[in-house]
């Protein structure tokens, strides 16, 4: 059984940092993705960033860019997001999901962690 465990959510105001972390475990795919969504009040899930396991490429969806990065550590089992920059409309509960499988079609995902930014 898969588990992704997000930490490290909270209050920041405008122009503040935080760092989000996912430990994960309980999946054998030989590729996968692992990264981050997030939802905030009232719209869909979006993608964040995500990196795969097999090259290291990563992904950065519009908003992210040149403000958040994600690292990983494929021994420990873990995925962080560095978010700089944090603006309002970066409020949102924040997810750990991961992908895999054939054409990458089974996500499992964390119970969310919530990021507010106030101004």
């Known amino acids: 059984e898969a588990h992704l465990v997000e930490s490290g959510g909270g209050s920041v105001q405008v122009g503040g940092s935080l760092r989000l972390s996912c430990v994960f475990s309980g999946f054998a795919f030989d590729d996968f993705a692992v990264g981050w969504f997030r939802q905030a009040p009232g719209k869909e899930r979006e993608v964040v960033s995500c990196?795969?396991?097999?090259?290291?490429?990563?992904y950065y969806a519009e908003p992210a860019k040149d403000r958040f990065s994600i690292s990983y550590n494929w021994h420990k089992k873990t995925v962080d997001l560095q978010m700089n920059g944090l603006r309002p409309d970066d409020t949102a509960v924040y997810y750990c999901y991961a992908r895999g499988g054939g054409n990458y079609a089974v996500r499992y995902w964390g119970n969310g962690t919530l990021v507010t930014v106030s101004s």
């Open positions: 990196v795969l396991n097999n090259d290291g490429n990563s």
